[in-house]
C-alpha cells in the first residue's frame, strides 16, 4: 500500500519553523512582516478562507489588515485601495481574495498588485519569471505541491511529471516548477487524448481538475508518488456531504508508491506557502535574510 503523504504535519511543522524565522528576522531588521488581505463581497467561503489566512498570519507573528469591502465597490474603488497597499511600507504581501464579484476585472486588478508584494504569485511578472527559471513568489498551492513531493526524499530529476489540468494558479505553474527540477514534463487538460494512457507513463502524477475521482486505480503507475490537488464537495450517501480529491483514493492507494489524501493533503500547505512568501517577499523588500 501507498505511504500517506500528510500534508497537515508538514505544514504544522514549516509553520513552526517558519514562526522562528520571523521572530529571527524581526530581531535583525525591526520590521514585523505585513499580509494585507483583499476581501469585496459577502461570499461565504472566501469569508472562511480569508479569516484562516488571517489567523494564521498572526499565529506565526506576522501582521495581518484585511479589508472587507461591499460587493458594490467599484473597479476604481479597488485599483486605489491596491495602490495604497503598495505604497503602505507596513504591507509585504498583498492577497486579493479570488473570485471577485462582477463586473470587476479580476486581470486588472491583480495587474495593479506590485509585483514585489504579490504573495499569491498571479501577477504576470511572477508568471513571467518562472516561466524563465528565474526566482519569483510562487503560487501557494503548486509551491505546496512541491515542498511535499520534496519532503518526500525521492529525486526528480529525469523524472517523468504529468500534470492534469492546466490553470493558472496550479497546473500551468506547477509543470514550471517540475520543469526546474530538471522533471520531463506533460500537460494534459480537458482535450487530452488518452489521459489514461498518460497518466500510466508519469513517475510523478499530480492532479487538480475539480472532477471527483476522475483518475482510476488503474491508470497509476505502480509505485508513482499521486499529488492530488482537487478538492470536490461531494453526496456522503447519508444526507451529508464530504470532501474528496480527483483522484479515486482507496484504488489508487493499492497501486501508488505515496499519495496524498483529500482532506490533509495538499490544503494544509497552501496557506503554509503563502504565510513563507509573506516572510520572503518583506526580506527582499527590507533587504534582509530571509533564513
Ligand atoms: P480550473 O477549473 O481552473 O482548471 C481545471 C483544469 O482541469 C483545466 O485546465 C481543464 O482543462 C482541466 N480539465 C477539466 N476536465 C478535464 C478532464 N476531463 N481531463 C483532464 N483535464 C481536465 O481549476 P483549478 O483552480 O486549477 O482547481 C482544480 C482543483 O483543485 C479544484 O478541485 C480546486 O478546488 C482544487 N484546488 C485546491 C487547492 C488547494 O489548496 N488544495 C487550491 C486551488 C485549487
Not at 500551468?172 to 487538460?189: G, N, S, Y
Not at 487530452?192 to 513517475?203: F, H, P, T, V
Not at 502524477?205 to 464537495?233: K, S, Y
Request: aromatic share 2%; charged share 20%.
Amino acid at each position: 500500500p501507498a505511504r500517506v503523504i500528510d500534508g497537515k504535519a508538514v505544514a504544522a511543522a514549516r509553520t513552526q519553523a517558519l514562526a522562528q524565522r520571523v521572530a529571527g528576522f524581526r530581531e535583525r531588521t525591526g520590521v514585523v512582516p505585513g499580509l494585507a488581505v483583499v476581501l469585496v463581497g459577502d461570499d461565504a467561503a472566501s469569508a472562511i478562507y480569508v479569516r484562516r489566512k488571517a489567523r494564521q498570519c498572526e499565529a506565526v507573528g506576522m501582521r495581518s489588515v484585511q479589508h472587507v469591502l461591499p460587493g458594490a465597490t467599484t473597479q476604481a474603488e479597488l485599483l486605489a485601495l491596491v495602490e495604497r497597499l503598495n505604497r503602505d511600507p507596513d504591507v509585504h504581501g498583498i492577497l486579493v481574495q479570488l473570485p471577485l464579484p462582477r463586473p470587476l476585472d479580476e486581470a486588472a486588478i491583480l495587474a495593479a498588485v506590485d509585483p514585489d508584494k504579490d504573495v499569491d504569485g498571479f501577477h504576470t511578472m511572477n508568471a513571467g519569471r518562472l516561466a524563465l527559471g528565474r526566482p519569483a513568489l510562487v503560487p501557494c498551492t503548486p509551491l505546496g505541491c512541491l515542498l511535499l513531493l520534496r519532503e518526500l526524499g525521492v529525486a526528480l530529476r529525469g523524472k517523468r511529471a504529468l500534470v492534469v489540468g492546466r490553470s493558472v494558479i496550479v497546473g500551468r505553474p506547477m509543470a514550471q516548477l517540475l520543469l526546474m527540477e530538471d522533471c520531463t514534463v506533460t500537460i494534459a487538460h480537458r482535450h487530452s487524448q488518452d489521459l489514461a494512457m498518460l497518466c500510466r507513463e508519469a513517475d510523478i502524477l499530480i492532479v487538480a481538475v475539480g472532477i471527483p475521482g476522475l483518475i482510476r486505480g488503474d491508470w497509476i503507475r505502480p509505485g508513482a508518488v499521486v499529488i492530488d490537488v482537487g478538492i470536490n464537495r461531494v453526496d456522503d450517501g447519508a444526507g451529508g456531504s464530504r470532501i474528496v480529491g480527483d483522484v479515486a483514493y482507496d484504488e489508487a492507494a493499492h497501486v501508488a508508491g505515496a499519495i496524498t489524501p483529500v482532506p490533509g493533503g495538499v490544503g494544509p500547505m497552501t496557506i503554509a506557502c503563502l504565510l513563507e512568501n509573506t516572510l520572503a517577499a518583506a526580506a527582499a523588500i527590507e533587504g534582509g535574510a530571509a533564513a
